[in-house]
T-cell receptor, first 112, second 108 residues
Framework: DADVTQTPRNRITKTGKRIMLECSQTKGHDRMYWYRQDPGLGLQLIYYSFDVKDINKGEISDGYSVSRQAQAKFSLSLESAIPNQTALYFC???????????FGPGTRLLVL | KNEVEQSPQNLTAQEGEFITINCSYSVGISALHWLQQHPGGGIVSLFMLSSGKKKHGRLIATINIQEKHSSLHITASHPRDSAVYICAVRGSQGNLIFGKGTKLSVKP
C-alpha cells in the first residue's frame, strides 16, 4: 500500500463550488505539505503543517484553506473554485525540515 | 529571474547515451533535491545532497556549492528513464523552491 494517498485522483467541478482534497499518510511524519503544479511551472507551495496545531501559509494560499485533522490527515479545501485553480495538486510529507519529502500520487482538478 | 533554473527544458536521447541535466540556483541553500516525475504524474525523490556527489545505480548527482550548480547524470540511459526531472532547493525558510523541470525522452 502507498505511504501517502490522495483522494480523489481526478475531479471535475464547476466555478463557485466548494471542494475538498484529502491526503492521508502512514509514514508517521509530523510535516505535511500541499503543492500545486501548473504546466510549464514548478511546484508551488500552498500550505504546510509541522504538526496538528501548526498550520502555515505557503506562496499561493489565497483561495485555499486547510485542515490537519490528525497527524496522518491533511485536507485542502477550495472554498469557491475558479477556473485558474485547475491544476495538479500534490500532498507530501517529511520527517523533519531537512529530510526527504514523500509525495502522494496527485489529484487532477478541472474547474469549469 | 527564477531562483532555480534548469537546463535543458527538453531533452531527447537515444538508448544508451550518457545524459546530463543541469540546475543553477541563486539563493543560499541547506540542501538540494533531485526528483523524478513519471509520465503518470507521480513524484519520487531521487537524491538529497548538500555537498559532493551521490550515486544510486545509473544515476549520479553532483553539487558545487561555490558555483551554486548541480548536475544529474544518467549513464546507459534506457526508455524507462523517460520522465520529468525536477531540481529543488531548500532555502533559508526551510521550504523547497522548485525548478520547472527537464522533460527527458529516451528513444529505443
Amino acid at each position: 500500500d502507498a505511504d501517502v494517498t490522495q483522494t480523489p485522483r481526478n475531479r471535475i467541478t464547476k466555478t463557485g463550488k466548494r471542494i475538498m482534497l484529502e491526503c492521508s499518510q502512514t509514514k508517521g511524519h509530523d510535516r505535511m505539505y500541499w503543492y500545486r503544479q501548473d504546466p510549464g511551472l514548478g511546484l508551488q507551495l500552498i500550505y504546510y503543517s509541522f504538526d496538528v496545531k501548526d498550520i502555515n501559509k505557503g506562496e499561493i494560499s489565497d483561495g485555499y484553506s486547510v485542515s490537519r485533522q490528525a497527524q496522518a490527515k491533511f485536507s485542502l479545501s477550495l472554498e469557491s473554485a475558479i477556473p485558474n485553480q485547475t491544476a495538479l495538486y500534490f500532498c507530501a510529507t517529511s520527517e523533519g525540515p531537512q529530510e526527504t519529502q514523500y509525495f502522494g500520487p496527485g489529484t487532477r482538478l478541472l474547474v469549469l | 529571474k527564477n531562483e532555480v533554473e534548469q537546463s535543458p527544458q527538453n531533452l531527447t536521447a537515444q538508448e544508451g547515451e550518457f545524459i546530463t541535466i543541469n540546475c543553477s540556483y541563486s539563493v543560499g541553500i541547506s540542501a538540494l533535491h533531485w526528483l523524478q516525475q513519471h509520465p503518470g504524474g507521480g513524484i519520487v525523490s531521487l537524491f538529497m545532497l548538500s555537498s559532493g556527489k551521490k550515486k544510486h545505480g545509473r544515476l549520479i548527482a553532483t553539487i558545487n556549492i561555490q558555483e551554486k550548480h548541480s548536475s544529474l547524470h544518467i549513464t546507459a540511459s534506457h526508455p524507462r528513464d523517460s520522465a520529468v526531472y525536477i531540481c529543488a532547493v531548500r532555502g533559508s525558510q526551510g521550504n523547497l523552491i522548485f525548478g520547472k523541470g527537464t522533460k527527458l525522452s529516451v528513444k529505443p
